[in-house]
Every structure is written in C-alpha cells, then in structure tokens.
C-alpha cells in the first residue's frame, strides 16, 4: 500500500477501482503528483511510503525475501517493521532494436521488413514490438522465452543452410576499436561517474513521469551537452586485467546512446501514449501518432515506421482510453 505523508493510501483517489494494482506508469505519475502537490515524506518530501504491514513478517520473509534484503542493505529500513521509502523512476525500455517474429534485426529497406542476416536481438534490448506503448506485468517473458526461443531455432536454421558468412569489410572493426583506443590513449577528461550521474539526473527530471514541452526542450539540449563530454572520458586505469573502469566508460558511451534517443524521440511526440503523458497533450492521437520513432545515432534524426495493426492469427485489438 503506497502511502503520503498524511498517511493517506492515495491511490484510491486516483484509482478507485484497482488502487496500488493500477498499471505501473499510472501509479509511478500519481506518486510524483502527490511529491508536487507537498504530500511527499521525509525532510525534502521528496518520496512516498510502500506499506508493507498489511502482508505479515511470515509472508513477507517467505514470498519477498530480495525486496526486504534490498530495504534493509540500500535504505536501512526492515519492511516488517516500518515502510519503505519510494520514488517512481524507470523501470521498462519500451523501445530498442527493431527486429522481426524471428529475433532478426531489420533494416531500413523494403518497409522496415529487411532482415540483416546474422543479426539478432532479444529481450529487453528489442522491439518487436508485442508490447506496443506500455507493457503488461510480466509480459516481458515474452521477449526472453517465445523470441529467444524462435531466435535460437532460427539460428539453427540460418546456419545450416548458409555454412559461411559474407567476406566482413576491411573496416569492419575499425569503430569498436577507435572507442577503445580513445579511452587508452587519454591522459585527461571527464570522470566517467561525473558524466553517468549527469546522464541520470537530466534523464529524471526532463524525462520522467511528468513531462511538459518545455521540460523536453530542455532535456534535449541538456543531454546532447552530455554527449559531447562523453567523448572526452579519462581513462586512468589502462590495466587490461579485469578493469571495471574500461567496462564503466564503454557503459557511459552506450547509455548516452539510449538517453539521446528516448529523449529526442519523446521531445517529437506530441500527442499522450503509454507511460509518455506530456501535460500539453493529454489524448491520444491516432490520426497523427499511430507510429514507430525511429532514431538514428548519425545526425540525431527521426525516422517513422507504421504500426502494424494487422495480425497473423487473431483479430485487431484497437488502442482504446485506460479506465481505472
């Protein structure tokens, strides 16, 4: 039970039927209002209690032991015994690598329909898209066991009847190698936890749960800063023997990528959908917004792909308004 700081299980009001069971970004949206609207806890109010008393210290110990080791390790607070301190945050990437029934990463060709041969991506990581703007609880096992499962048994497949791959360019490598070698050859720059903590805080407050076109605006111009600095990280441990260093800052490089396009993508969308609710365009607009974005790390551009409504086996689901 998600509580304010007057006490008050505040998700009755804004859910009165499905209460703290509503869908994740309904109720992550209804927690920062009541943080802006003065009712967070604690001295910044700035968070909301997750009220755990109701389930009982046998259950909780039974059926929740990671959620209470994580309490008591991160926030020092036992679950059985007072509530934990939350905050809504990102919790899905609704988004990635574009990729067919098969696993197949596809191209920009033959209406998005092109696979590149030898390519593939699962899970969390692809878009296939199955979710279409907000995923159901638990549904990302679809992901991870039906499409790793088809990208496994397409792989098999794949490799016996092509026993070769195509001859690779002779600059093949040359881009995974320079990102390297940038980082060997650096004798000053950025700190790469600098450089992560300001991709996360400008991603929370430019594009969290609430987002206005002002908010966005900002956002964009913020992380592209971001960005140039990411190509100015200091290597200073160049040990070639586990160095989670190296590992951190090609980790910083990869999520700037993601950053950019989750950013820049929602900046574009004007119109309500899924968990992307801007307060200027409170409706859904399917005349204008029934569409894939598409963004391009090589110049930072939008692309738009339809949606495709039209399914194998079972009929069309149209998108309808979400009652709680």
Not at 81 to 103: F, L
Not at 175 to 196: D, I, M, P, Y
Not at 210 to 236: N, P
Not at 251 to 274: L, P
Request: hydrophobic share 35%; glycine share 8%; charged share 25%.
């Amino acid at each position: 039970i998600l509580r304010n700081s007057n006490g008050e299980r505040f998700m009755e009001r804004y859910a009165p039927t499905l209460k703290d069971l509503a869908p994740r970004d309904f109720v992550s949206r209804s927690m920062g209002q009541e943080i802006i609207e003065g009712r967070g806890v604690g001295p910044k109010q700035d968070h909301i209690l997750l009220d755990l008393s109701h389930i009982g210290a046998e259950t909780i110990m039974k059926r929740l032991p990671s959620i209470r080791e994580i309490a008591i390790r991160f926030a020092n607070v036992d679950p059985i015994k007072e509530p934990i301190p939350v905050v809504p945050t990102i919790h899905y990437q609704m988004g990635g690598i574009p990729t067919n029934v098969h696993g197949q990463v596809v191209g920009t060709s033959k209406g998005f329909k092109d696979p590149i041969n030898g390519f593939y991506a699962v899970g969390e990581c692809s878009c296939v898209s199955v979710h279409g703007a907000n995923r159901l609880g638990t549904n990302s096992l679809l992901d991870l066991v039906v499409f790793g499962r088809a990208a496994g048994n397409h792989i098999i497949d794949h490799v016996k009847t092509i026993r070769s791959h195509k001859p690779l360019p002779a600059d093949a490598a040359d881009f995974a190698l320079s990102r390297l070698n940038q980082l060997e050859k650096s004798t000053s720059g950025e700190h790469t936890q600098a450089v992560a903590r300001d991709i996360r805080s400008t991603m929370q407050n430019h594009a969290g749960v609430f987002r206005t076109e002002k908010l966005m605006a900002e956002g964009v111009k913020m992380i592209g800063e971001v960005a140039q600095r990411v190509g100015d990280l200091h290597l200073k441990d160049k040990s070639k023997v586990f160095n989670t260093a190296r590992v951190e800052a090609l980790e910083v490089a990869n999520m700037i990528e993601v950053a950019r396009a989750t950013m820049v993508s929602a900046e574009a969308r004007k119109e309500s959908r899924g968990a992307h609710a801007p307060s200027e365009h409170k409706e859904r607009d399917d005349q204008n917004w029934l569409r894939h974005t598409l963004w391009y790390s090589e110049g930072d551009r939008l692309d738009y792909k339809p949606v495709q409504m039209q399914p194998m086996s079972v009929a069309s689901v149209p998108p309808k308004p979400r009652t709680f």
